[in-house]
């Protein structure tokens, strides 16, 4: 199932996703670095990073939303996107309140900041975790066609492209990965030729 939000023919949620997580994940970080040394430089910094990751997860949620609605009714992936989505509400919840707890002083955050901010990173690896079954086991926002000698996104070409029917006899791309009986792939059979 292609992605519905796409830049120079990529889907824009995976893109985005990298910025809230690396904010975040090193704002949890700053604030261990502070329990054990003391500095309150890493929790100020630790602060004005929360700020941004959610401000990301909150931009990256968005296209996410628009990909989960095109998601089949009734499907694990349906099912699954729900979690993932849900789950990052409550991880953007948690930071937010970590945020709110550390505004009078964010050069010393109060122990509910800190552990608000644990918790969602916690949380964040379980989503991320269901994220990418979400990709990598149900293919959603995966081209139809897709294989490893795929044209690159910017030709134009769809993604199976050049695959004739004596190409797939080994394996199969795109749609016909859902409800048939094709052999499964793995590796190199996927390559274009490959017997």
């Known amino acids: 199932m292609e992605s519905k939000v796409k830049v120079a ?17 090193t704002a949890v970080i700053f604030d261990i670095i502070y ?7 890493w929790t100020l910094v630790a602060y004005y990073l929360i700020g941004a990751g959610v ?10 939303w628009i990909d989960w609605l095109a998601i089949p009714v009734g499907t694990r992936a349906k099912r699954i996107g729900l979690l993932h989505g849900a789950g990052n509400v409550v991880v953007l919840a948690l ?12 050069e010393v955050p109060p122990t509910g900041a800190i552990v608000a901010s644990l918790l969602g990173f916690v949380l964040s690896a379980l989503t991320g975790w269901l994220g990418g079954e979400l990709v990598d086991r149900l293919a959603v926002g995966v081209d139809d066609g897709a ?11 769809p993604a199976g492209a050049g695959l004739g029917s004596a190409s ?28």
């Open 168 to 195: 797939r006899t080994s394996g199969y791309a795109g749609s016909e990965r859902r409800g048939s009986d094709h052999q499964m792939y793995a590796g190199a059979e996927r390559r274009v030729g490959a017997r």
């Open 35 to 41: 329990l054990l040394s003391a500095n309150s430089q």
């Open 95 to 106: 930071f937010i309140l970590s945020w709110v707890l550390r505004r009078g002083t964010p």
């Open 55 to 64: 401000l990301g997860g909150a931009a990256a949620a968005v296209p996410g």
């Open 147 to 157: 294989h490893l000698d795929s044209p690159s996104s910017l030709s134009k070409l």
């Open 9 to 25: 023919g990529h889907p824009v949620h995976p893109m985005l996703i990298v910025f809230p997580l690396g904010l975040l994940a």
